[in-house]
């Protein structure tokens, strides 16, 4: 089997998961790279998943709710979403771009 280390944007699969956020998605067989670009005012609805969540600020800001703890999040910013643990965010004026790293990968964004 031919393994693939290199790999070009054109692969990466880009999803609209909610009025106004953009992913763009890669995976390995045990990690996923996801890059959120929030629009403006746009926000990803509270949700969860068996999935663990670490993600980077790469521009901009937003508020994260991370079971029910919110703190606004900067470039620069890191934060941990366990599994199972609901969480929701909003994007401000400026809108935001972020790094989502997921374990195991999300099987509904492949």
Same mark, same amino acid.
């Not at 944007?9 to 999803?15: G, Q, S, T």
């Not at 403006?40 to 901009?60: D, K, N, R, T, Y």
């Given at each position: 089997?031919?393994?693939?280390? !290199?790999?070009?944007?054109?692969?990466?699969?880009?999803?609209?998961?909610?009025?106004?956020?953009?992913?763009?998605?890669?995976?390995?067989?045990?990690?996923? !790279?996801?890059?959120?670009?929030?629009?403006?005012?746009?926000?990803?609805?509270?949700?969860?998943?068996?999935?663990?969540?670490?993600?980077?600020?790469?521009?901009?800001?937003?508020?994260? *709710?991370?079971?029910?703890?919110?703190?606004?999040?900067?470039?620069?910013?890191?934060?941990?979403?366990?599994? *199972?643990?609901?969480?929701?965010? !909003?994007?401000g004026e400026e809108g935001a771009t972020t790094l989502d790293v997921f374990s195991p990968p999300r099987e509904d964004y492949l």
């Amino acid at each position: 089997m031919s393994k693939k280390y !290199f790999i070009p944007k054109d692969d990466f699969r880009e999803i609209e998961i909610a009025p106004g956020v953009r992913i763009k998605t890669v995976a390995g067989e045990r990690i996923m !790279f996801s890059f959120l670009e929030f629009q403006p005012h746009a926000s990803i609805p509270p949700h969860s998943h068996p999935h663990e969540q670490m993600g980077f600020v790469l521009e901009g800001q937003f508020e994260l *709710n991370i079971g029910g703890e919110r703190k606004l999040v900067k470039k620069g910013d890191v934060y941990l979403i366990p599994s *199972n643990v609901e969480h929701s965010g !909003f994007a401000g004026e400026e809108g935001a771009t972020t790094l989502d790293v997921f374990s195991p990968p999300r099987e509904d964004y492949l």
